[in-house]
C-alpha cells in the first residue's frame, strides 16, 4: 500500500463558521472550497453543505455581476416584508421575514464534485444569504462523500 | 466478526406514514428519529427525507416557538393566495396555491448526521407542511447513508 | 466472481444536455431515467440532479395535468415580476427575475431511488422550469450513488 493508487468511498464531515455578516447575500465559494481540502481526492461524489440557523439561508445564483446579490435580497424583501401583524415577533421586525425567506431558499445544498472540483456551472457560485439586520457568526456542517483517488503513504 | 467493531457505509431506506394532518405547518423531527433507528449507528452521514406528493412540503425551521409555524403558513398564503384564475382548479380553491406552495419550499430535505445523531442546529426542527385544507395521510421515503460503526454479533 | 451477485456501493455521474426549450416548466422524468440506465441496477440509492445554470431551475410537482405547469409559471411571474427597477438587468428584464425565480426553486432534486426505480409519488413528475424568453440548451449534471446488485461478468 506504500505509494499505491488507493480506490474507496470516503465521508468527511467539517464545521465551518463564518464570521457575522451584514444582511444580504454574500459569495462563499472560496471559503467552502478552502475549509474542504479532501475535495481535491475526490473523483466523483457530492458535497452537502448545511446551515445550522433559522434566519439564514444558502443558494446557488449568478456571481459575476454583484447586482445579482442586491437585486436577490431586494426581491426577498418584497416577498417577505416586515409587518407589525407576525405573531413571532420579539427579536424585532426582521425576525420572522428572516424565517420565512429561509424556508423559501432553503438550509442546504447538494453539488456535485468531479475530478477533485465542485462541478458548478460558468457562473454559479453559492451564497449565503444573511437575512438578519444585526446577525452573528453563522455555522456551517460541509459533508463530503465521494470516490477517491489518492495515493496512501 | 463476533462482537468486533464494524466499519463500512450503509444504507437504509424506509417508509413513514404520516396521518392527516391539519392545513398548517407541523413540526415530525421526533417522528423522522423514531422511524429509523439505524441513525445511532451512523459515526459520519446524511438523512434524506422525501415527501412522495405534491400540495405538502417539508421544510427546516425555527421550532422553539409554535408562533412562527403559523406565522410561515400566512406567508404561504399571501405568497400564494387562492384565487379563481388557476387552470387546475378540480379539487378546489386550495388546489394548485398547494402545488405552488411545494415548489416554493420543496420535497426534500438532506440532513447531516454526526455520532448517531441529526446535526441541527439548536433552533432547528424539520416540518411537514400541509398545504390541502382536507388532506389524507401522507408518505416520506427516508434514505439513510453514512459510515457505520457497529458491534457485530 | 463469475457470474456471482455483486454488492457495493456504485457512484455514476453524467451530464445530460437539454435542447432549448420556451419559457416555461417542462416534464422532463423520463429523459433522466433514460440518460441514467445504470438506475436499473440500483436496489436502494440516490439520484442527484444539478442544473448548472442560473435562470432556470429544477422542482418535483404534479404531473398528471399540464395545467398545473402553466399555473406554477404564472405564480412564479407574480411573484417575481419583470419591472425596470433591477440593477441587473443588461439582458433583458426577464434576466434579473430568472434568476430570482431560480433560487426559489433551487438548482437541484435528491431523489430516492429502489429497486431500480425512481421513487417517486404517484403523481410527482421532475420538471426543468425555464425562467429567459430565449434560453438555449441547459446542462445537468447527474449523480448516482447507491447499493448495487448486479451479475458481474
Known amino acids: 500500500m506504500f505509494g499505491s493508487e488507493v480506490f474507496g468511498v470516503t465521508w468527511v ?8 455578516m451584514r444582511r444580504g ?11 474542504m481540502p479532501e ?12 446551515i445550522q440557523h433559522t434566519s439564514a439561508s444558502l443558494t446557488i445564483n449568478e ?8 437585486d436577490l435580497d431586494d426581491v426577498l424583501d418584497s416577498l417577505v416584508p416586515e409587518r407589525p ?7 424585532g421586525d426582521d425576525d420572522m421575514p428572516g424565517h420565512a425567506k ?3 431558499l432553503g438550509s442546504s445544498l447538494l453539488v456535485p464534485v468531479r475530478h477533485g472540483r465542485l462541478c458548478l456551472g ?10 438578519r439586520s444585526r446577525a452573528g457568526p453563522r455555522r456551517l456542517i460541509l459533508t463530503l462523500q465521494g470516490d477517491i483517488v489518492g495515493i496512501s503513504q
Open 13 to 20: 464531515q467539517r464545521e465551518l463558521q463564518l464570521p457575522a
Open 25 to 35: 447575500c454574500h459569495p462563499i465559494t472560496e471559503r467552502i472550497i478552502e475549509a
Open 39 to 50: 475535495l481535491q481526492y475526490v473523483r466523483v461524489g457530492l458535497l452537502h453543505i448545511f
Open 63 to 70: 456571481s459575476a455581476d454583484p447586482a445579482v446579490l442586491e
Open 85 to 91: 401583524s407576525y405573531r413571532h415577533a420579539e427579536e
Open 102 to 104: 429561509a424556508s423559501l
Open 122 to 131: 460558468l457562473w454559479q457560485g453559492i451564497w449565503l444569504c444573511e437575512h
